[in-house]
C-alpha cells in the first residue's frame, strides 16, 4: 500500500493563559525544567508610574513592601530575586500581535490587535495604567521565536513579593483591554526598539556593536516575523558585527541565551 505523509509540528498547542506556556516547552532554552547556568539574564525591578497622591489618600492606602524589593539596581541578578514574583501574571507581546492567529498565540480580539507590539511597551504600557511589572527581555513565548520579550504583573493582592495590587485592574482580560488602548496609542516605529532599557544600557558601553536596522533580514517562506524586532533578536542576527553585540550582551546580563529559529516541520512516511 503505497505510504502516506503526515505534517508533525515540533512544539504541541500548549499556551494557556493561566500558566506560562515557555515553562512548559522542551526547546526553550529559558524553561524551569532546563535552566541556564550564569542568572537569570536581564529583568528589570519591579515598577510602577510615580504618583504624586495627597496626605489622606497616601495614609488610606497600604504601602509597599520596599524591604522585599531587590536591590542593588534596576535589573534583577538571580532567580532568588524572581522567586518572589512568580505568582505574578505572565504577558507576552504574542498576545497583542495583529499578524498571529489565535492558534499562533495571539490572545485578544483583531480589533485589539496591533502591528509589531513589543515586551518593553507592555511594560510601558502597564506603567501607565499603574500596575507593578517586571520586564523580562530574555524571555521567548515558544511560537513567537523572533519576538522575545515578556512582563510580569501584579493583578491580586496576596504576592509574595508584598506589594500591593492596584484595584482599578479588574482582572487579566480587563488588562488586556487596558494594554491594547495604549499600544493603539503608541503604534510601533522605527525607533521603538531603541526605547528598550536593553538597547539605553547596551547604547552607554564603550564600544557597543549596535544594529543599523531593526529589521528581519531574512524570512522563511511560510514564517510570520515581524518587521520591527527588538535588540535581541535572532531574527536580526547576521555577520561579525550582529553576532559581537549579542556576545556584548551576554556578558552584560549574565545568563541570557537568545533563540535560535525553531527547526522546519518534520514529515513522518507511514507505510499502510
Not at 47 to 56: E, G, I, R
Request: hydrophobic share 30%; net charge neutral.
Amino acid at each position: 500500500m503505497a505510504p502516506t505523509l503526515e505534517e508533525v509540528d515540533d512544539v504541541e498547542d500548549i499556551d494557556n493563559m493561566d500558566f506560562d506556556p515557555a515553562d512548559f516547552d522542551p526547546k526553550n532554552p529559558f524553561s524551569k525544567d532546563n535552566p541556564v547556568a550564569g542568572g537569570v539574564g536581564a529583568r528589570l525591578n519591579p515598577t510602577a508610574p510615580p504618583q504624586q497622591p495627597s496626605t489622606s489618600s497616601a495614609q488610606a492606602q497600604p504601602q509597599p513592601q520596599t524591604s522585599r524589593m531587590p536591590q542593588g539596581g534596576p535589573f534583577l541578578d538571580s532567580d532568588a530575586d524572581m522567586s518572589e514574583f512568580g505568582d505574578w501574571q505572565v504577558v507576552y507581546p504574542v498576545y497583542f500581535d495583529a499578524s498571529k492567529t489565535h492558534s499562533e498565540g495571539r490572545r485578544v480580539g483583531k480589533a485589539m490587535a496591533v502591528e509589531n507590539p513589543q515586551a518593553h511597551m507592555l511594560m510601558l504600557a502597564c506603567r501607565e495604567i499603574g500596575v507593578h511589572v517586571i520586564y523580562e527581555a530574555e524571555k521567548t513565548h515558544p511560537k513567537d521565536w523572533a519576538n522575545p520579550g515578556r512582563v510580569r504583573v501584579l493583578l491580586k493582592d496576596g504576592s509574595k513579593s508584598g506589594l500591593p495590587a492596584n484595584t482599578v485592574v479588574k482582572n487579566k482580560r480587563h488588562l488586556f483591554r487596558l494594554i491594547s488602548d495604549y499600544l493603539k496609542k503608541h503604534p510601533a516605529t522605527e525607533n521603538t526598539p531603541k526605547e528598550s532599557p536593553m538597547y539605553t544600557k547596551l547604547s552607554q558601553m564603550s564600544g557597543a556593536q549596535l544594529p543599523d536596522s531593526f529589521h528581519p533580514l531574512a524570512v522563511p517562506r511560510g514564517w510570520k516575523i515581524n518587521n520591527i524586532l527588538p535588540l535581541n533578536s535572532r531574527a536580526l542576527s547576521s555577520g561579525e558585527q550582529s553576532e559581537e553585540m549579542f556576545n556584548q550582551m551576554q556578558k552584560m546580563f549574565p545568563g541570557m541565551n537568545m533563540p535560535d529559529p525553531p527547526k522546519q516541520k518534520k514529515i513522518k512516511v507511514r507505510q499502510r
